[in-house]
Nanobody, 121 residues
Framework: QVQLMESGGGLVQAGGSLRLSCVAS????????MGWYRQAPGKQRELVAV??????DYKDSVKGRFTISRGSAKNLMDLQMNSLKPEDTALYYC????????????????WGQGTQVTVSS
């Protein structure tokens, strides 16, 4: 079982910055990817950024503004968000894809509870 805890959300004015953090704990086998998703009211959850095997990918609208990174401890992940816009307002979720068991190589997806980011205009 993988538990994820997000932190760092809050209220910020447009143009400001926030840094989100995610800590993975519990029984963790090989982490294949870590990523951030967000869901705004009335909208579907969407991928914001993902990192896997040293590569990263971003939603087009956040490229150049957001940076995803893994900590030296591989169970840590951050999302640096700069030049925030009101349309970035959403509940942000940490997601991890990992091996399900020591000898179970299937993929398991785990989610955090989310951290709220609100950007005022």
């Amino acid at each position: 079982q993988v538990q994820l805890m997000e932190s760092g959300g809050g209220l910020v004015q447009a143009g400001g910055s926030l840094r989100l953090s995610c800590v993975a704990s519990g029984t963790i086998f090989n982490i294949n990817s870590m990523g951030w998703y967000r869901q705004a009211p009335g909208k579907q959850r969407e991928l914001v950024a993902v990192t896997s095997g040293g590569s990263t990918d971003y939603k087009d609208s956040v490229k150049g503004r957001f940076t995803i990174s893994r900590g030296s401890a591989k169970n840590l992940m951050d999302l640096q968000m700069n030049s925030l816009k009101p349309e970035d307002t959403a509940l942000y979720y940490c997601n991890v894809h990992s091996q399900c068991g020591r000898y179970d190589y299937s993929d398991c997806s785990s989610w955090g509870q989310g951290t709220q980011v609100t950007v005022s205009s």
